[in-house]
């Protein structure tokens, strides 16, 4: 893999991009893409196998913002807003505590957001102030030394981030398509910053694993059912689910930002063209994983990473 991780995105390219999402938005908030009936009828479900082990859930909230709720489910006849969240999950298994995304580190709008391309970071900056992952950490009293490794459901900026506060010997795991589309290259794509992953010891996974639930490909972490990842490509190239068996006996799925809010997958929404369009790699696969999302049994409780009331639901439980 060529791991050249100091490539920022150009602006230009990246200016156009926006002109053609901004060009398509006004057509599909009054007419959204239509669900795939034919799709939906196909998907089946398959039962996770029974966890031999479970983990304990910490929501670690550290940013928050808005946004238009019909830009995130587009096509919704809303003026409202809905609340954003950013933020990581503490997760300890018996045999490792670890971050499912590492999403910020204190003071980021200047220390990563003049990384990416004008105009994102107009678009993505999260309320002032946020709490940084080392913060976050020590107002549990845990020390970020005692972090076995970290685990970003995608590379996106906004989820990696508080790497910048993690010993620098903190692997990172993920999937392999995920870092060759994040660090292969001369230019990071859109939403990625690579300055985060620079100098870290990368392992990379294959969800080489059967179909659980509604999705193909899944890898079992630990090899107890406990922490299942399960592919979510679409948004990112390499984006996964995190299904966690809890300790109350519950199956979590954390869905990264395949939908940023859970009116998107009741309702079979993309994200409007605009910012949809600037960050999801593959915007048909993103849609057929939204398809996925809806279809899975009312008994997984879905938590988008940005889904503000979803994860303070988490948080509070
Ligand atoms: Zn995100």
Known sequence: MAASVDGRTPTIPTLLRCCAALAATPGRLLRPREPDALLLSRLESVPPAPARASVELTVLLQGRMKAPTTIVAEGVRSLGHLPMAMGAYLVEHPKARF???PALCAHVHRRVLPDLPFPVPLLV????????????????????????????THLHW?????????????TVRLPATELSWALDGPHAPAGVVRAPLRGRPLDPLE??????????????????????????????PGSIGVLLATADGSRVLLAGDAVWNRLQIGLIREKAPMPGQLFDADRDKAFETIHRLHALPADIEVVAAHDYEAVAALAGR
């Open 207 to 236: 969800l080489d694993g059967p179909p659980v639930l509604t999705f193909e490909r899944s890898l079992d972490l630990f090899g107890d059912g406990s922490v299942l990842l399960v592919d979510l490509a679409g948004h990112t």
């Open 99 to 101: 971050l499912i995304d």
């Open 125 to 152: 900056a999260p309320d002032k102030p946020v709490l940084g992952l080392a913060d976050a950490l020590a107002a549990r009293d845990i020390d970020p030394a005692g972090i076995d490794f970290v685990l970003p």
């Open 158 to 170: 906004d989820h990696i981030s508080g790497l910048l506060e993690l010993p620098e010997s903190v």
